[in-house]
């Protein structure tokens, strides 16, 4: 098939729903394709999902029905109940492997390459990270780019890849917002290394009392 050579800004309902359906396709091929009600809680997972929302099934069904114009889901007939599955591979012209990549960029935001070899084991097969960061270029080197690359900031150790499935993305900001989570992640972790030395240094403190206080009745 011919490589797509637009790519369709999806709004952030959109965007949800169509990584669930390319999660669920490989996650729970028994219920795939997905009814509104189905992605509707997909999309608003509490876990495994960056940022969480709360879509109403009106919402749900309205991205679905568009994601369907812009030709990346498509409705699958039912005599029970509406469902859909998505058409990423075939409209991007994706090998798997890259399909589950942008899935996972869908659903949970700025990723290393690690993070998303770790979480894509049910989605796809890598060899190692290596492999993971092989997909990610061909993901930003085609054209239109349907991924990009976010430098590390301070304090960070690797590198991190978006989507542009929903626009152009600041990575200046992405990296800042990451590293300020980190630093609030770790500030929890810092205070209770700190509280935890001063207890430390007491029980340190009230033993030398205890020999010293053992030592002057001997000598006494």
Do not use: W
Request: hydrophobic share 45%; charged share 25%.
């Amino acid at each position: 098939m011919r490589m797509a050579n637009t790519v369709p800004v999806l709004t952030v309902a959109q965007a949800r729903a169509l990584g669930c359906l390319i999660e669920k396709e490989a996650t729970t091929p028994d219920a795939y394709p997905l009814t509104i009600n189905a992605v509707q809680v997909a999309a608003n997972q509490k876990t495994a999902r960056d940022p969480v929302l709360a879509l109403e099934p009106g919402e749900v069904q309205h991205a679905l029905r568009t994601l369907e114009t812009q030709r990346l889901a498509k409705q699958v007939f039912s005599s029970r109940a509406e469902r859909y599955e998505h058409c990423a591979g075939q409209y991007f012209s994706l090998p798997q492997p890259q399909v589950a990549l942008l899935g996972l960029l869908l659903l949970r935001g700025a990723q290393t390459a690690h993070e998303l070899l770790t979480r894509s084991e049910r989605l796809a097969k890598f060899s190692d990270a290596d492999d993971v960061r092989h997909h990610l270029e061909r993901l930003i080197q085609r054209e239109p780019a349907l991924a990009v690359l976010v430098p590390r900031g301070p304090g960070q150790r690797e590198d991190r890849y978006a989507h542009l499935l929903s626009g152009p993305v600041d990575v200046a900001a992405i990296a800042a917002r990451i590293g300020a989570q980190a630093g609030e992640s770790a500030a929890p972790q810092a205070a209770a290394l700190e509280a935890r030395v001063a207890a430390l240094e007491g029980e340190v403190a009230a033993l030398r009392e205890e020999i010293a206080a053992l030592r002057g009745d001997r000598t006494s």
